[in-house]
Nanobody
Framework: QVQLVESGGGLVQSGESLRLSCAAS????????MGWYRQAPGKQRELVATITSSDTSNYADSVKGRFTVSRDNAKNTVYLQMNSLRPEDTAVYYC????????????????WGQGTQVTVSS
């Protein structure tokens, strides 16, 4: 069992920055692929960024160049640095942890945090 707790959300104006944190507990953090997803009102949950145990990251096109995902395995924490925020970034942001099997596509474990609200005003 993995417990994920997000923090760092809030209300900001366009162009400002926020850093989200996700603290994990309950298992060996370094074995998990960590990710950030978001869900805006009336829309489906979408992938924002992921980072593997070897620090390989990927991003949604909508956030490339503005957001940076990182992890600190010693602290069991993953971060999402969000710069140049736009109103369309407004959403609940969720932390995710996945552990894959040897064949890569097999998901052994999949956990979600409760989410943190990010609101960007015009």
């Amino acid at each position: 069992q993995v417990q994920l707790v997000e923090s760092g959300g809030g209300l900001v104006q366009s162009g400002e920055s926020l850093r989200l944190s996700c603290a994990a507990s309950g298992t060996i953090f370094s074995r998990y692929v960590m990710g950030w997803y978001r869900q805006a009102p009336g829309k489906q949950r979408e992938l924002v960024a992921t980072i593997t145990s070897s620090d390989t990251s990927n991003y949604a096109d909508s956030v490339k160049g503005r957001f940076t995902v990182s992890r600190d395995n010693a602290k069991n924490t993953v971060y999402l640095q969000m710069n140049s925020l736009r109103p369309e970034d407004t959403a609940v942001y969720y932390c995710n942890a996945k552990r894959f099997g040897a064949e890569s596509r097999q998901i052994l474990y999949n956990y979600w945090g409760q989410g943190t609200q990010v609101t960007v005003s015009s």
